[in-house]
């Protein structure tokens, strides 16, 4: 408890960044999940540590989030002082110089954090954003269903054992869905799990020449099973639903299976908004031709822009809101089930985070699994899982996800959304160059 109380008495963490600026206020961009919000109840304590520092927090649903840090950055517009982001923007913004590099004291124990979160969030060695939180993707189910309608979900099922299971937990006229997933569109609402889906089903993004393949047999075949899927055994109006909205579903106990970010197991497990909270249960992603890619990952993490006047303050709260010391106050707080998770071996090493998340080794498990080095069947020049590290993912995947949305909420086919998506995306890879 030593470090807690250190933090609780207010003792700043200290930070080897050569940059400084007066104290003042932090203008904060954050993405309006569970845990960020969460930090933000902290605020009185990060204030009494750094007397003179205040936090502003603007907080955006996700979609909305990426778009304006984005804008915000690539035109130099000092909005924020900290911007939260992911692994696809830290080493790309990174390499262009538009983030600050990281650098912090012993007592951060930046060892401590894993290495897929590491080196995700870095560039040529260096640490461009520090992980809040860490995620793969695996399956939450009702086990009280499941095991009621005589089935089983062992790590990673078929898809056609899912689909089973799926009609076997329907119940419509009381409200109860087999599976909720993701159809708002976007490249890291819909297209990060679909992009999981059909990596299991044998596609990729781009052939070895760069060239866009999403006109494929593989591609084809996963999105007319997850459109199929959905629109039998899923919630109507799920081309609008991303990650909060499948949340309050699953809380209500209206979804039997969901399958999306490992970090929602603290909430559909947490009794004080979840009302099946008992009754989840954890397993690895589902696969159909491979297991190479079936499951995400991600980390949503606090960075610095380059330019801000507010450099050596905003480095002051990073390194206060990624700490073990951080961890331990949520615990004490809020207890070890409600921590954010993902992000350092400590958390998973603590007896009292093991006895109180039921979900820790599906979750370790999910995270260590996935190889953004390797992550689709046949031999792709990209690295990621449900995106591709390159500057034009994002448009494409855009673009790529509101065909699919188009085609869940059957407004068009299948076929014609992917003949869109392959059009868009040859239009954005020729605009960069990769091929005439």
């Known amino acids: 408890m030593k470090r807690l109380n250190k933090l609780a008495l207010g003792l700043a963490l200290c930070t080897t960044m050569a940059t400084s600026a007066s104290a003042g206020e932090l203008t904060i961009a954050t993405v309006n999940n569970g845990h960020m919000i969460e930090?933000?109840?902290?605020?009185?304590?990060?204030?009494?540590?750094?007397?003179?520092?205040?936090?502003?927090?603007?907080?955006?649903?996700?979609?909305?989030?990426?778009?304006?840090?984005?804008?915000?950055?690539?035109?130099?517009?000092?909005?924020?002082?900290?911007?939260?982001?992911?692994?696809y923007e830290a080493p790309i913004w990174g390499s262009r110089k538009w983030l600050e590099?990281?650098?912090?004291?012993?007592?951060?124990?930046?060892?401590?954090?894993?290495?897929a979160m590491r080196g995700g969030l870095s560039h040529d060695g260096k640490l461009y954003a520090a992980p809040?939180?860490?995620?793969?993707?695996?399956?939450?189910?009702?086990?009280?269903?499941?095991?009621?309608?005589?089935?089983?979900?062992?790590?990673?099922?078929?898809?056609?054992?899912?689909?089973?299971?799926?009609?076997?937990?329907?119940?419509?006229?009381?409200?109860?869905?087999?599976?909720?997933l993701r159809g708002k569109p976007g490249w890291g609402d819909n297209m990060a799990f679909l992009t999981t889906m059909?990596?299991?089903?044998?596609?990729?993004?781009?052939?070895?020449?760069?060239?866009?393949?999403?006109?494929?047999?593989?591609?084809?075949?996963?999105?007319?099973?997850?459109?199929?899927?959905?629109?039998?055994y899923g919630p109507p109006g799920s081309e609008g639903n991303s990650f909060n909205e499948i949340?309050?579903?699953m809380n209500e106990g209206k979804c039997g299976m969901w399958i999306d970010a490992t970090i929602a197991a603290s909430f559909v497990t947490d009794p004080g908004q979840s009302k099946?909270?008992?009754?989840?249960?954890?397993?690895?992603?589902?696969?159909?031709?491979?297991?190479?890619?079936?499951?995400?990952?991600?980390?949503?993490?606090?960075?610095?822009?380059?330019?801000?006047?507010?450099?050596g303050d905003a480095a002051k709260f990073i390194e206060w809101a990624t700490s073990k010391e951080y961890i331990e106050l949520v615990a004490s707080k809020n207890g070890w089930g409600n921590v954010p998770t993902g992000t350092r071996q400590s958390t998973y090493d603590n007896p009292k985070f093991q006895e109180a998340a039921t979900f820790d080794e599906a979750e370790l498990k999910a995270i260590l699994s996935a190889n953004p080095e390797d992550s689709t069947m046949n031999p792709s020049p990209y690295v990621g899982v449900q995106f591709?590290?390159?500057?034009?993912?994002?448009?494409?995947?855009?673009?790529?996800?509101?065909?699919?949305?188009?085609?869940?909420?059957?407004d068009i086919s299948v076929e014609k959304a992917l003949e869109n998506a392959q059009a868009a995306a040859d239009r954005e890879m020729k605009k960069g160059g990769y091929y005439k």
């Open 39 to 87: 930090m933000q109840k902290f605020t009185p304590e990060f204030e009494a540590a750094n007397p003179g520092i205040t936090l502003k927090w603007v907080t955006l649903e996700e979609g909305v989030l990426r778009q304006r840090v984005t804008t915000d950055i690539s035109t130099k517009g000092g909005q924020f002082d900290v911007m939260t982001i992911g692994m």
């Open 101 to 115: 590099p990281l650098e912090f004291g012993a007592d951060y124990d930046v060892n401590d954090i894993l290495p």
């Open 132 to 180: 809040f939180y860490g995620e793969s993707s695996m399956i939450m189910y009702r086990k009280d269903l499941v095991d009621a309608a005589g089935m089983k979900i062992e790590d990673n099922p078929t898809w056609d054992h899912i689909e089973k299971v799926a009609a076997a937990l329907t119940d419509k006229e009381k409200g109860v869905y087999g599976i909720c």
């Open 198 to 232: 059909a990596n299991s089903f044998g596609a990729q993004w781009f052939n070895q020449d760069w060239t866009p393949a999403l006109d494929s047999d593989a591609w084809n075949k996963a999105v007319n099973f997850y459109v199929n899927l959905l629109t039998k």
């Open 247 to 249: 949340l309050a579903l």
């Open 276 to 311: 099946v909270a008992d009754k989840m249960a954890f397993a690895q992603s589902p696969y159909s031709a491979t297991k190479k890619g079936a499951n995400w990952l991600w980390a949503w993490a606090l960075a610095i822009p380059a330019g801000t006047k507010q450099a």
């Open 388 to 410: 591709a590290a390159i500057p034009e993912f994002q448009a494409i995947g855009i673009a790529v996800g509101q065909q699919m949305t188009a085609a869940l909420a059957g």
